[in-house]
């Protein structure tokens, strides 16, 4: 399978631990994207990468959350002193924005819950 | 905050039927996309159409794209029991690199 992959699916913690999420991008996608989710609504961006550079970040990425991707492929995001408000879908996703492909292919998501 | 809105919320349809759902968006845009996501799953792409379009199929789906109005709908025609998920839409703005999702439209098709 070469779509995106997602590891952990779930994950449970308690407020305050750190938590990390991996996502593997299509291998020829060189643009990568964070979600967030929560019930009953739509992804809401989180930060992008453009090969190895984060270019954008939301307002919604506040200073505990980071991301990286530090060859260009792979790519982990990490919740310091999790909240409960932090419960929620995790998505990535990857495109080809400079092939003109602006579809973009999306991971099964991480869910997290945090109690 | 979400860029767009689905129209309705939710739809309940009998097997063979069709399904149209509509989408407004705020800001000029690129391109519109539509996503399927099925219960707790991720998203899986359907379509997309370029601003400069205003009318695109794809096997059972037709979208239709009004910028004027900052508009689009989804057609699903004859639907199945295998349909049933949450549709959103997407909209690629101007300058911008990332999606803005609606709030999404449910749809049940009742076998």
């Known amino acids: 399978d070469t779509g995106v992959s997602q590891d952990p699916r779930h994950k449970i913690t308690k407020r305050g631990q750190n938590v990390t999420f991996r996502c593997d991008p299509i291998?020829?996608?060189?643009?990568l994207y964070w979600y967030r989710q929560t019930l009953g609504q739509g992804p809401e961006f989180l930060t992008y990468?453009?090969?190895?550079?984060?270019?954008?970040k939301s307002r919604l990425l506040s200073d505990r959350f980071s991301a990286e991707r530090p060859k260009g492929s792979f790519s982990t995001l990490e919740i310091q002193r999790t909240e409960q408000g932090d419960s929620a879908m995790y998505l990535c996703?990857?495109?080809?924005?400079?092939?003109?492909?602006?579809?973009?292919?999306f991971g099964p998501g991480t869910r997290l819950t945090v109690t | 905050s979400q860029q767009g809105e689905e129209d309705p919320q939710a739809l309940s349809i009998q097997e063979g039927e069709n399904a149209t759902m509509n989408c407004s968006y705020k800001?000029?845009?690129?391109?519109l996309q539509w996503y399927r996501q099925n219960s707790g799953r991720g998203l899986v792409h359907l379509i997309l159409?370029?601003?400069?379009?205003r009318e695109k199929h794809s096997g059972r789906l037709r979208v239709t794209l009004d910028t004027s109005k900052k508009s689009s709908s989804l057609l699903i025609t004859a639907s199945r029991a295998a349909d049933t998920a949450s549709y959103f839409c997407?909209?690629?703005?101007?300058?911008?690199?990332?999606?803005?999702f609606g709030t999404g439209t449910r749809l049940t098709v009742i076998p």
């Open positions: 996703a990857s495109s080809r924005p400079d092939l003109g492909h602006y579809e973009q292919y």
């Open positions: 291998s020829e996608h060189n643009r």
């Open positions: 800001t000029s845009i690129n391109n």
């Open positions: 159409i370029r601003s400069n379009e």
């Open positions: 990468f453009q090969n190895e550079a984060q270019l954008e």
């Open positions: 997407a909209t690629g703005a101007t300058g911008a690199n990332n999606l803005f």
